[in-house]
């Protein structure tokens, strides 16, 4: 997996078919569209019960739903969120996401997720 992430180091012209699905867990799979040291944008596929685990980190973070109805929570505040709605994520800020109908996210993240890389 290692050559094929970073494959999409600052990879300018990215093709979605040319990208493997990296398993996340039973309902949750990612891919790392490109990225560079300052910036990231990953899509994460999400089966209808998927949960994103409450966490925090220092990345800034803006969430696109690209498909689906998910629950978003930022900072103990909840709100259903569909296809076309966006959220932002601060530094640092608690922050999870229930899937309540299959859908698809686009994650941007700055600087880029280096725990997102396996090495």
């Known amino acids: 997996m290692t050559s094929l992430v970073n494959a999409a180091f600052e990879k300018t012209l990215v093709e979605d078919n040319d ?3 990296e398993i ?6 990612r891919k790392i569209m490109s990225y560079s ?3 990231m944008l ?19 973070q803006m969430s696109y739903i690209a498909g689906g109805v998910f ?26 996401a229930i899937c309540l109908e299959d859908g698809v996210l686009v994650d941007v993240f700055n600087p880029m997720r280096e ?3 396996h090495t």
């Open 19 to 21: 990208l493997p699905w």
């Open 24 to 29: 996340v867990d039973a309902k949750i799979r």
């Open 37 to 39: 040291k300052d910036l």
């Open 42 to 60: 990953v899509k994460v596929a999400f089966e209808k019960g998927g949960v994103g685990a409450t966490h925090k980190h220092p990345h800034l």
């Open 71 to 96: 629950e978003i929570t930022i900072n103990g505040e909840s709100k259903i969120l569909k296809e076309g709605d966006v959220y932002f994520v601060p530094s640092e800020v608690l922050h999870g």
């Open 115 to 117: 725990d997102f890389i």
